[in-house]
């Protein structure tokens, strides 16, 4: 006997690695250059030079000790260089006692989800959202609602929020820019939840936590604000990667930042220790704690994800495509040309287009484009996508 809940994970189907893998049959029919792989949301461009130059430049100097175990927490000089970086940019002044250094945004996001859960709580997300807040979510023992999206502009259906928000609600997860949508949610979106998180919590007399997941917190286009949500909502808890910004994923970084004037603060980041302790995480990879955090005020090349969604946005709008206009991440979100976005998603696979369907995102009738590829191959693309577009007249 194996536990059914793991099983069920284990053995689930995922639509995009099978997207992925029919891509690498299809590519030994048809030739890797003739299909157009969408699915995946893996940065397309390199580390910054600093990143791999930092790292051999530690393992010259410090071969030894950079690889034994740090703190839990973090390697404190790490831990510091991260809190320096953001009061720089945010005029904020964490110290490094604030943050708890992590397997990426995903551990992040599990830690702060085990911390915060007591019996019969709930968390909120917004749709589309990354289907793994579910996973997560449920892991800690919690149960996620989801707030159905707002499809004109990917901002809040705040009517369906309050709908929905209640006392049992422990925390609300937003992502902004966003996973699927590249939508980033606006200084007066923020400021509107924040009020009603405010009063909500003050009627039910507990706080209610914002998590705020920020992998792609620094990709963005023409100039677009994402402002600094623990400075609009108080009880804000941080959960970062360098997974996107430094096109790092395999490296497994990220943090989780617990702000001193949240309430119950201390408890929180002790209980987040305890939630990474229980998972067995017992510290974030040493080398790349060093190297991320001596690279945290840099990015890799996000402009070419901004010219590539550029491209692909006024492309599939000529063509009679609705797409929302991202303000950064690297993806698209387009309306499918008929309601079921599976069958849409089928039949682009016909033109050896890989879209991910929005069913999976909690946003269905729409489908997933991710634009971190070669520019040439979107270029390449547009026939195919014209002809989807007339293969529905
Ligand atoms: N949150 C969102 C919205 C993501 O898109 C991802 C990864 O794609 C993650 C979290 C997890 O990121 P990480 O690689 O840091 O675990």
Redesign the pocket.
């Given at each position: 006997m194996v536990s059914e809940r793991m099983l069920g994970l284990g053995t689930a189907r995922s639509v995009i690695r099978e997207l992925f893998e029919y891509g690498k049959q299809r590519a030994a029919v048809v030739g890797e250059e003739n299909v157009f792989d969408f699915s995946l949301?893996n940065p397309s461009v390199p580390a910054p030079a600093a990143v791999n130059e930092n790292a051999i430049r530690i393992l010259h100097e410090d071969g030894e000790s950079i690889h034994c175990y740090t703190s839990a927490q973090g390697d404190a000089l790490a831990r510091r260089r991260f809190a320096d970086s953001l009061n720089r940019r945010y005029g904020t002044q964490y110290t490094e006692n604030e943050f708890y250094v992590t397997?990426?945004?995903?551990?992040?996001?599990c830690c702060v989800f085990g911390a915060l859960t007591c019996p019969g709580d709930e968390f909120i997300a917004f749709a589309p959202y990354?289907p793994?807040y579910k996973v997560f979510v449920e892991g800690a023992g919690a149960k996620l609602t989801v707030v159905p999206p707002e499809i004109e502009q990917f901002q809040i259906d705040f009517d369906a929020f309050g709908a929905l928000v209640n006392e049992h609600t422990k925390g609300v997860i937003i992502?902004s820019p966003?996973?699927p949508t590249g939508v980033v949610y606006s200084r007066e979106t923020l400021e509107r939840l924040s009020a009603i998180l405010t009063e909500k919590s003050a009627q039910y007399g507990h706080p209610i936590y914002l998590i705020s997941?920020e992998?792609?917190r620094e990709i963005v286009f023409h100039g677009t604000e994402v402002p600094w949500v623990p400075q609009i909502y108080r009880d804000t808890v941080v959960?970062y990667?360098?997974?996107?910004s430094l096109s790092l994923?395999g490296e497994?970084?990220?943090y989780v930042l617990v702000p001193t004037d949240i309430t119950d603060a201390a408890d929180v980041y002790a209980a987040v220790a305890g939630a990474g302790r229980s998972l067995g995480y017992v510290n974030a990879p040493s080398l790349f704690q060093q190297v991320t955090s001596l690279c945290c005020d840099m990015t890799s090349d996000i402009r070419v994800y901004e010219r590539n969604c550029d491209l692909l946005v006024s492309a599939l709008r000529d063509m009679g495509y609705h797409v929302t206009q991202p303000g950064g991440a690297f993806y698209l979100f387009p309306r499918s040309l008929e309601r079921d976005d599976l069958a849409f998603s089928e039949r682009a696979k016909q033109f050896d287009l890989l879209l991910v369907p929005g069913s999976g995102f909690g946003a269905p009738g729409h489908v997933r484009i991710a634009c971190c590829v070669q520019t040439e191959m979107i270029e390449r693309a547009l026939p195919k996508f014209r002809a989807l577009a007339e293969s529905y007249r």
């Open positions: 949301g397997v990426g945004a995903a551990a992040a996001l990354f793994e992502n966003n996973n997941d992998p792609y959960c990667s360098f997974s996107k994923p497994r970084l990220g």
